[in-house]
Every structure is written in structure tokens, then in C-alpha cells.
């Protein structure tokens, strides 16, 4: 908690000394974290939470006498804890305002006390408290920065004394308290580390947490917070369409405490103005009011809201104070117009006139409807506008934006570099300056000449690429591209080539127009013109608007045409060499282009699957790996997976597999991962002999991009069980067991996932078990990552079929573990844990013991069938059969509502639900009056009708559940008149015993209830 506290925690500066959490949403999440932790605390850990702190935790807390009931004793305003350590001094006494606690029981009663203060309490008791370990362990355990040994101190402890049992207990604290800072941490990295880009959510998050901050009285911060429009697109957006294709999400109206009203214009625009992290900083640099009073406000307890990129802010002049919001088109215009007025009043006498600087217009920076960039500083009092940008695009066009997951965000947020001083400069700089001169002013030989001088330098240093931009060089470039010299054409693009691997240049020559020009140069019949162009492009299209604007412009129809000029030979003459340079380039290019979905598709139009199946065959390694990093690219996409099986690609990739390339062979082992989800790939594989290279790159474990592709090739292959088999005779899992620690998370779910596939065949989980591969998938089951724990839930659960692998996965607690992934907000991760946790409890010693020791466990999933997801809902019912066979732990869930809950999913139509749900309801009908009752919930007319499904695991599960429901009069009743009885009377010669004695049972109730009918009406 203590380094968590001090690294992730935001805490602003005070003249005093004693600063204040900021309100952020980092910080509101470290909060509601650290909540739960103490919440739970004291039902996880008895035993710790007794342990007194060294010195309490004191804080000022809003806590009144009237707060707190039983177990203290209340004298006036002074409330003391009838709990008390080994001298008699109370765990807790309260002497308003102020509050010690002396252990982790009473911060746990103190926060369930608060009720609806739980934050503000959180909250207080660590801004007096900011290092909470040290007062609870003791100054030798304070955080520190640097190697942490304090586990160490605690082992000469054990060593010099002989208090062996509270050294344990402070063991246990300790690392408890250790394992809550990695938690805090991580998620903290992971809220700070997953940026995204500006959305209508996360707008109206903002806005609500603004929101918060108007009240009435001198205690406000704010006084209103409105949207100009009440109307809500369906997107999120509340601006007209035709703005919204300008990325523009909404206009705001801020009325701060202290100054006039501030209009906001929420945009995606990519505009140089001042730069301001949030609103809340916007208002804090306006409004001192604001700034003032923001820390004093407590957190709300709200949803957090998205991480947020830096925000542009524009200011400029409303035309008057009080003047209405006007149309969007005028406003907008206005801003610009008004603009305009100021930078000519702030002319010196009118005459001087200020020149933009080339650094900034070659950027293409300025504002579209102005080319200069400069603003002067308002003079007047006039009420100002406020306008927020952000540099995403998320809104344009139908054909703006449909990117894969593998889209790169890394040119749209890159800063922009600028050089403070001239003074250090390099002389690069200034001879780079003069070339450019040279190139604006002089005829074709000196233009040339300056081309070949400015290629000397070393343009793969960030200085020189940087130095050609400021000085305008790369808008003479990309000039010179227009031109019908052939020779400056080359010299031009073999400069842009080069410096373009550069983030800034690439979104520079974006800007600029570049990518259209090279576009049209691949239509050149000029060899080294078209090669220079498509590799300029693929450096380019690194980000998504450059994608857009090369398929927009034609440039995937001419770059799938460049492959068509390959030929197959390996022996080439020099013409032969610059074909095959042409066609490595266009790959190039169609790699780069691919990671958009909408280019996948394009690619495929264009008819570049069957040149890309032809250049896969190249003898050239060069070829290849351009080749397959495209086809492994677009194999996300199930028609590219089609397209692989039919064209005979697996071959290739297979054969390239066994090649010295380890980027070759990665690319190859990536394109198998994503195309066996297919089971003819699968089988594909296998005849081709696949699978042993597959096992054999297991080796390179150095290289974690190969180790990557080739367990996820692995992973997938393991679907099939002939693969499984060919695996265990090339000991692939024994490879496997070995690569479960010390490895980035991207391997670990691969190999964990083929470890769960491989499970399913008894042998191999014996051979899991003899690796010592238990402990380790047990460990992993701590983790966050939600396709890990999907994955590795499913691996422990195939273990526990084995009862040697399940007595070992109890002693580790893996059981715990599983349930407590049931509170995972991951429908797939609880799933998955409860389909786990079905094999655990029909194998486990005593298992109706163990269930019942999970303090709230049968309650928890017993309210997962209120879950939306069908999955969750088949796995949940499934574990409860399994639950219900203990009869305690039936009564307690029968407690908790099982029965309505189970009467009210069986109108569901989805079979595998159906036969879950049904072995639910059989089995929990054991029970009391259960039975009645799930016939007045009305769960029996439904259940006949699972006896028409064409699956027959359902049919047994129905007639079971039917045979315990027949043993109430009145459902009997229920059943006969919605026909049961013929659909039963076909089951009873069926060769499923078990259907067979379940139908007959059903059917035999139903004929005594109608023989002690007739009895009783006749005599």
C-alpha cells in the first residue's frame, strides 16, 4: 500500500507540507480498491486483522458517536471499542474530530459504519497517513525507494526471537500488504498505460464529474455545466452531422464561479493552440475560484472514467457578452474571423507584417480556414470562447474508419519536438539549410547536385531528418516529385525514403500531400521510380490516415499490381532483380496498408490473394518476409482464411518454417495461429508435417516475438485431438510446462491455452502433473490479464478431471482461487472459472465441506444467473448440479433463491443452456417443497418442450428433471396437458438406459396420479 501510495498515487503540493489526493480517475480507482481490500479484510484474514499496529492510524474523520452501535462503548461524543490489546488500550477511540485504530478489525467495522462515506473516509485516513505501513508494522518497514527487504527483517526476527507465532501472523500481513501494492500498481499501470482516444464516453464522463462539483451555497465550485443541445445522436455525438464530419462531439457551456461563462467546443480537430491535460486543468487555469476549491472537494462515487490524452484548447473572442449560441457553421467561422482581427490589431501601427515560420507551415499546423498560426492576446473584456481539441480522429465519413485490432496508433499522438535554443544546433542543421536553398533556386544540375550532397549526410540521424523539415525541405521534396525529371524524382523520393522512418516526417509528407504524388508515380513505367515510391509508402502508412488517404487514391489496386512481375528463378539478370525489388516493395507497401480492415478487403478486390500464394513459393527470403507479414496480417479476416486453405499457402508457410529466418519464421508461425481456428488449417498442418517444426522453434525461447507466434501456432493446432497426439510423441508439452514461468504475458496465454487443449486427453494431464506443471497454472490464476485467466481457467479445470492433479490443485487453494474469479466483471473469465470449478467439486475430498468454507461463495453463484450471457448461465447451472448434490449446501442455496431464478431461464431456446439448466433443476428438486415450487415459478410447461430438441444430451437432462417434477400432483397435471406423455413414450426405447429409466418414471407417475383419479371419482 505504502509504494503504491508514493508512485501511482497523485497527490497535489501544499505550502504546508501535507498534500491532498488529487481527483483523478487514478486515484479514484486506487481508492475503491484499497476499500474493497479493507472491506473484506477481516472475513479473509481473521487472524491478521486481531494484529495491533505498532502506532495507529489517526486521521480527522466526518464520523459522529450516533455512527456506531454495538461493541463500543459511547460516553458523549467519545466513542472507545470494547475490543482492547494485551495493556487494556481500546482498538479504537473516537474523540471527535479525530479517530486512532489500532487494527485492520476496526478499519473494517469503521468502513462499514460509514455507509455512503466509505471514500471520504478511505480517503482521509490516507492523506494523514501517507505511509500506513510503517505505523503498522513499525519504522523498520517504512517504504523506501529501491530494493524492498523488508520479508528479509522479518526472517531475523523469526531468526532472535521467540515469539514464533506473531512473527508468522506479521509474515502474512506483510505479504498480504505486498501483494495489494502489486494490485494497485498494476491496475494503475494499465488504467494510465491503456490511452485512448477521445470518444463521446468519455466526454459525458467529464461532464458528469463536473457535474458534481455545482452545488447551491458558498461550498460550490461551480456554478453550471450545460450541453448546447439536449439531442443525443446515437453515436454519443450532440453536434449537428455535418459538423460531426469535421470531428466535432459536442459544445459546452462552463459558468465558473468568478468569470464570465466559458464556450466549449469538444473536437477531435488537430489544432495548435494551448495545451491544456483536462477540463478540470482548463478550468483551474481560468478560474481561481476553482482552482482554490477543487481539492477540497471529496471523491463521488461515480464510474470511472476513460484514461484521457492531452487536450488542445483554442482561445478566441465571443462576439458579446450575453450574445445566444449561434449556428454552428457561423460559430465556427467566427473563430477564425475573430482571429484574424486581433493578430492585424496587434500590429505595431498596422504596418508590420509577421511572418510564419516555415517550421510550422510545412507542418500543415495552421488552422484550415488560416494559413498563419499565430494568435495575439486578447485586450479586451470581452467574454471569451474556449475551444477543446484532441488529436483523434473518431468520427468522419462511413468510410473514415474500420481498423483491425492490430491497428497502430503510434504517429497519431507522437509530440511534436522543438528546438528551444539555436545555440545547439548541430552544423548539419545549417548546411542542410543551405541545400535546401539550392533545391528551391536552382536549375535542374544544381537541384540535382543538392540532392546527392544532402544524401552524404547521414540521414537516419533524427537531427538531419528533423532539420530538412524545419527548414521547408520536405515541401521542395515532395515538389520535386511533380516534376518530369526523372533524375530528381529518384534523388527526391530516395531522400524521403530514408528520412521518412521518422514519426514526425511520415505525418509531415501526410500533410503535405505526399502519399497522393507517390500514388500516381506507381504508374511510372520507370522501374526505380515505382520500387522508391512503394517503399516510401510503406514507411508512411504507418497510421491510419495515411492508410485511408493510399486506398482512397487508388494506391492498393496499383500496389497489387506491382506483384505481377515476378519471375521464378532464382538465378535473375539485373532487369529480372529490379522486378523482383518492385514486387519485395509492393509487399512492402500492402504490409504496411494492411493492418486496416477496410484495405484487407481491398487487397482481396483487387485480386491480390493469388500474386501473394504465387510470391510465397520465391526462392528470396527478402520477398518472403513482406509476402507472409501481409498474409498474417489479413488472416484475421475469415475470407483471407478461405483464400489460404484453397490457394495450397499452408504448404509454404509450413516448408518456410524450417527456414534460418527467425522474422521469416515468425511471420510464418503467426500467419498458422490465426488461420488453424479453422479445422481444415489444422488438418492441413499436420499433413504437411508442421507440427514438429511447430516444437521445434519451442527451443528459441530467447526471441519472445518467435516464442509468441509459434505456442499460439501450438495452441490453435491443439484443437484437434489427432494434433494432441502428434504432439505427445514430440514431447511438445513437456516444452511447455517448462515456458509456464518467466515469460510476457502474450506467451503465457498461448501456452497455457495449449496446455488446457492438450488436457483433455487423460495422458497428457498425468504428464502435466510429472512436469510440475500444477503449481504454476495454480499461480497464474492471481493474474488480471482476462485471455490468461481465460486460458488458464480452462487448463486447471481439464487438470481436476485426475484426482492426484486435484488433491494437489486443493492444497495450493486452487479452488479458492476458481471461485474467486466468479467476481471477475469478464463474462468469458466466469464462464470459464465455473466450468472449472465443475470438475473440482465432483472430485474433491469432501467437496461439500470445502464449498460450504467459502464464506459467501454459494451466494455469489447463486446471483450469476442473473447474468445476461448465456455461457455464464450453462456454466453457473452446471456447477450448481454439481453443488446441489451435498444436501446442506442444497438447503443454503435454495435459501438464496435458487428456485425462481432456475424457473425463470427455462423459457431459453440455446440447447446447451437447456441441458445444464434441466440437470440444475433435477437435482435441486431433492429438496424440501423445491418441487412445488418450481411448478408454480411455471418451469415445468417450458421443460417439455426441451423434449422436442434434436440434442440428445438435452433429452436425458429433461426427462431426469421431469421424473423429479412428476413426484408433485400438480405438475403432473401441468406435464399431461402439454403432451409430455407421447414425447416421453418414444423415449422409452431409446438405448440410453438412463433416458429410458427417467421417461418410464415420469410416465408411471403421471398414470398412478390418473388411476387415483378414477379411483376416487369412482370407487
Request: aromatic share 4%.
Amino acid at each position: 500500500m505504502g509504494v503504491a501510495l508514493t508512485r501511482a498515487a497523485q497527490w497535489t503540493t501544499a505550502s504546508s507540507g501535507t498534500g491532498k489526493l488529487e481527483i483523478t480517475p487514478v486515484n479514484e480507482s486506487l481508492l475503491k480498491e484499497i476499500l474493497e481490500f479493507v472491506e473484506q479484510f477481516s472475513s479473509r484474514h481473521p487472524q491478521e486483522a486481531k494484529h495491533v499496529f505498532k502506532e495507529p492510524l489517526q486521521w480527522t474523520t466526518s464520523l459522529e458517536a450516533s455512527d456506531f452501535k454495538t461493541e463500543y462503548d459511547i460516553s458523549g461524543p467519545t466513542v472507545k471499542s470494547q475490543e482492547t490489546d494485551r495493556d487494556g488500550h481500546p482498538m479504537l477511540q473516537l474523540t471527535p474530530p479525530s479517530i486512532s485504530v489500532h487494527s485492520f478489525s476496526q478499519l473494517s467495522k469503521i468502513v462499514q459504519l460509514a455507509t455512503d462515506k466509505k471514500l471520504k473516509e478511505v480517503r482521509a485516513c490516507l492523506e494523514a497517513n501517507r505511509d500506513p505501513v510503517a505505523k503498522m508494522l513499525g519504522p523498520s518497514f517504512a517504504t523506501v525507494e529501491g530494493e524492498d527487504s523488508s520479508v528479509l527483517r522479518l526472517l531475523e526476527e523469526v531468526k532472535e526471537g521467540d515469539q514464533a507465532k506473531e512473527t508468522e501472523i506479521k509474515v502474512k500481513l506483510i505479504i498480504l500488504l505486498q501483494q495489494l501494492d502489486t494490485q494497485l500498481l498494476s491496475s494503475s499501470l494499465k488504467q494510465i498505460s491503456q490511452e485512448v482516444r477521445l470518444s463521446p464516453a468519455a466526454v459525458k464522463n467529464d461532464v458528469e464529474l463536473l457535474k458534481s462539483f455545482c452545488s447551491e451555497g458558498e461550498t460550490r465550485v461551480l456554478t453550471s455545466v450545460q450541453y448546447t443541445s439536449d439531442y443525443e445522436f446515437t453515436n454519443g455525438c450532440r453536434t449537428p452531422p455535418w459538423r460531426q464530419v469535421h470531428g466535432e462531439i459536442c459544445y459546452l457551456v462552463i459558468k465558473p464561479c468568478d468569470t464570465q461563462p466559458l464556450h466549449i467546443t469538444c473536437s477531435t480537430l488537430e489544432i495548435d493552440y494551448d495545451v491544456y491535460r483536462d477540463l478540470v486543468t482548463l478550468l483551474k487555469s481560468k478560474s481561481p475560484h476553482f482552482a482554490e476549491n477543487i481539492n477540497k472537494q471529496d471523491f463521488a462515487v461515480q464510474e470511472e472514467p476513460p484514461t484521457q490524452k492531452v487536450q488542445h484548447v483554442e482561445l478566441v473572442d465571443a462576439e458579446e457578452q450575453g450574445q445566444p449560441q449561434r449556428s454552428y457553421e457561423h460559430q465556427e467561422k467566427n473563430v477564425h474571423e475573430k482571429a484574424r482581427q486581433q493578430l492585424v490589431q496587434n500590429k505595431p501601427g498596422g504596418k508590420k507584417k509577421l511572418e510564419p515560420s516555415l517550421k510550422w507551415k510545412n507542418l500543415g499546423l495552421a488552422s484550415p480556414y488560416e494559413p498563419s498560426p499565430y494568435y495575439g492576446k486578447n485586450s479586451s473584456n470581452k467574454q471569451r470562447e474556449t475551444t477543446v481539441h484532441r488529436y483523434f480522429k473518431t468520427f468522419g465519413g462511413a468510410d473514415d474508419f474500420s481498423e483491425s485490432s492490430s491497428e497502430s496508433e503510434e504517429d497519431e499522438e507522437q509530440p511534436e519536438r522543438r528546438t528551444e535554443s539555436n545555440t545547439d544546433l548541430p552544423s548539419e542543421y545549417w548546411q542542410i539549410q543551405k541545400l535546401v536553398k539550392y533545391l528551391k533556386g536552382g536549375n535542374q544540375t544544381a537541384t540535382v547536385i543538392a540532392l546527392c550532397s544532402m544524401r552524404d549526410f547521414n540521414l537516419a540521424q533524427e537531427t538531419c531528418q528533423l532539420a530538412i523539415r524545419d527548414v521547408g525541405g520536405l515541401e521542395v521534396l515532395i515538389n520535386l516529385l511533380d516534376t518530369e525529371e526523372i533524375k530528381c524524382k529518384i534523388g527526391s523520393l530516395k531522400i524521403l525514403k530514408e528520412i521518412s522512418r521518422n514519426s514526425q516526417i511520415r505525418r509531415a509528407i501526410a500533410d503535405l500531400g505526399g502519399l497522393q504524388t507517390m500514388v500516381k508515380i506507381l504508374d511510372s513505367p520507370d522501374k526505380d521510380l515505382k520500387y522508391l515510391a512503394a517503399e516510401t509508402i510503406a514507411n508512411v502508412a504507418k497510421f491510419r490516415r495515411a492508410r485511408r488517404t493510399v486506398r482512397q487514391h487508388g494506391g492498393i489496386k496499383r500496389l497489387v499490381k506491382l506483384l505481377d512481375c515476378v519471375p521464378d528463378s532464382a538465378a535473375l539478370t539485373e532487369e529480372q532483380e529490379k522486378d523482383v525489388e518492385v514486387a519485395r516493395c509492393g509487399a512492402l507497401a500492402l504490409w504496411s496498408c494492411s493492418k486496416s480492415t477496410r484495405n484487407k478487403e481491398a487487397i482481396r478486390k483487387a485480386g491480390g490473394i493469388p500474386l501473394l500464394a504465387r510470391l510465397l513459393k520465391s526462392p528470396h527470403e527478402n520477398m518472403l518476409i513482406p509476402v507472409v507479414g501481409t498474409l498474417q496480417e489479413c488472416a484475421s479476416e475469415r475470407s483471407y482464411r478461405i483464400a489460404i486453405q484453397m490457394e495450397g499457402m499452408i504448404e509454404d508457410l509450413v516448408k518456410n518454417l524450417n527456414c534460418d529466418n527467425h522474422e521469416l519464421q515468425m511471420h510464418c508461425a503467426s500467419a498458422i495461429f490465426k488461420c488453424a481456428e479453422d479445422k481444415r488449417t489444422r488438418d492441413l498442418v499436420r499433413q504437411c508435417e508442421g507440427l514438429q517444426p511447430l516444437v521445434t522453434l519451442l527451443s528459441q525461447a530467447d526471441n519472445k516475438q518467435l516464442l509468441a507466434a509459434t505456442t499460439g501456432a501450438i495452441w490453435k493446432c491443439s484443437i484437434s485431438m489427432e494434433n494432441v497426439a502428434k504432439f505427445q510423441d514430440y514431447k511438445a508439452l513437456e516444452t511447455l510446462v517448462g515456458l509456464l514461468t518467466d515469460q510476457p504475458e502474450e506467451v503465457l496465454v498461448n501456452v497455457v491455452g495449449a496446455l488446457g487443449e492438450g488436457a483433455q486427453k487423460p495422458a497428457n494431464r498425468a504428464t502435466i502433473r510429472k512436469c510440475g506443471g500444477i503449481q504454476p497454472l495454480v499461480n497464474l490464476l492471481t493474474g488480471t490479464n482476462q485471455a490468461l485467466l481465460v486460458n488458464v481457467t480452462k487448463a486447471v479445470g481439464a487438470c481436476a478431471t485426475e484426482l492426484e492433479n486435484m488433491t494437489i490443485i486443493d492444497r495450493l487453494d486452487g479452488v479458492r482461487l476458481l471461485w474467486s474469479l466468479l467476481k471477475n466483471p469478464n463474462p468469458d473469465v466466469q464462464a470459464s472459472a465455473a466450468w472449472a470449478i465443475c470438475p473440482c467439486i465432483e472430485n474433491a475430498k469432501d467437496s461439500g465441506e470445502m464449498v460450504r468454507s467459502f464464506v459467501g461463495g454459494l451466494e455469489l453463484i447463486v446471483n450469476l444467473l442473473k447474468s445476461t450471457n448465456k455461457e455464464v448461465l450453462a456454466s453457473v447451472c452446471a456447477a450448481i448440479a454439481k453443488i446441489a448434490k451435498d444436501e446442506e449446501n442444497l438447503a443454503v442455496i435454495t435459501d438464496h433463491g435458487v428456485v425462481p431464478m432456475l424457473a425463470k431461464l427455462t423459457n431459453t431456446t440455446d440447447d446447451k443452456l437447456r441441458r445444464h439448466l434441466a440437470e440444475a433443476i433435477a437435482r435441486c428438486c431433492m429438496w424440501g417443497s423445491n418441487r412445488v415450487l418450481f411448478g408454480e415459478a411455471g418451469a415445468v410447461a417450458p421443460l417439455v418442450r426441451y423434449l422436442k430438441s434434436k440434442d440428445t444430451s438435452v433429452h436425458q437432462a429433461t426427462a431426469q428433471a421431469l421424473f423429479q417434477l412428476s413426484k408433485d400432483p400438480n405438475n403432473c397435471i401441468t406435464m399431461h396437458d402439454n403432451g409430455v406423455v407421447k414425447l416421453l413414450l418414444g423415449m422409452m426405447g431409446s438405448t440410453d438406459e438412463v433416458l429410458q429409466e427417467a421417461a418410464a418414471g415420469c410416465v408411471a407417475n403421471i398414470r398412478r396420479l390418473a388411476l387415483a383419479n378414477e379411483k376416487a371419482r369412482y370407487g
